[in-house]
Antibody, heavy 122, light 107 residues
């Protein structure tokens, strides 16, 4: 069974930092892209960042303006999202998700975690 | 970026009736289009990818069609458990983008 489990969300002050983790199991981890997708309260889905199976390719939404860094540890089946200089509009539920097709970052996402909530407030 | 526009914004359908949801892209996607279902408090669930391929475990009443810029998700016989918000997502162009969602309710 494919499982993804996010952690690391919580309350951060504007300008602060959080590090999200996504622990995965049930598939050959380094064959698939992993993405972070967020959802502001009551809003739709927004792609945030993706990392290729090897970890060599990393991709970010332009709106992040270089504040977030995605990484993966293929020996521990985990993906991380380091979020710096947080803003109020970064708040929401952050999901990690697995690509449905091997070997490409251009992908739909067939398995999602339950999400972790990020709140940005002073 | 590729803008995805879904219509209608909400849809009320009687049980057992057909629901038809639309998704339009600002540029051609070939068949690189996915549909997701999201219920309150839950993560999105992949229904369809490649415009028409059902994901594992998805009931046959869900079907996808279309190519290029215009796509359709059809629920052939709406069940109460299908009440949810449905999102389309394109993955033909970078960055991947989602539609704003269609809320499906039981009449």
């Amino acid at each position: 069974e494919v499982l993804l489990l996010e952690s690391g969300g919580g309350l951060a002050q504007p300008g602060g930092s959080l590090r999200l983790s996504c622990a995965v199991s049930g598939f050959t981890f380094d064959n698939y892209v992993i993405a972070w997708v967020r959802q502001a309260p009551g809003e739709g889905l927004e792609w945030v960042s993706s990392i290729s199976g090897s970890g060599v390719g990393t991709y970010y939404a332009d709106s992040l303006q270089g504040r977030f860094t995605i990484s993966r540890d293929n020996s521990n089946n985990a993906v991380y999202l380091q979020m710096n200089r947080l803003r109020a509009d970064d708040a929401g539920v952050y999901y990690c998700a697995k690509g449905v097709e091997m070997g490409t970052v251009f992908n739909a996402f067939d398995s999602w975690g339950l999400g972790t909530m990020v709140t940005v407030s002073s | 970026e590729t803008v995805m526009t879904q219509s209608p914004g909400s849809l009320s359908v009687s049980p057992g009736e057909r629901a038809t949801l639309s998704c339009r892209a600002t540029q051609s996607l070939k068949a690189n289009l996915a549909w997701y279902q999201q219920k309150p408090g839950q993560a999105p669930r992949l229904l369809i990818f490649g415009a028409s391929t059902r994901a594992t475990g998805i009931p046959a009443r869900f079907s996808g069609s279309g190519s290029g810029t215009d796509f359709t998700l059809t629920i052939s016989s709406l069940q109460s458990e299908d009440c949810a918000v449905y999102f389309c997502q394109q993955y033909n162009h970078w960055p991947p983008t989602f539609g704003q969602g269609t809320k499906v309710e039981i009449k």
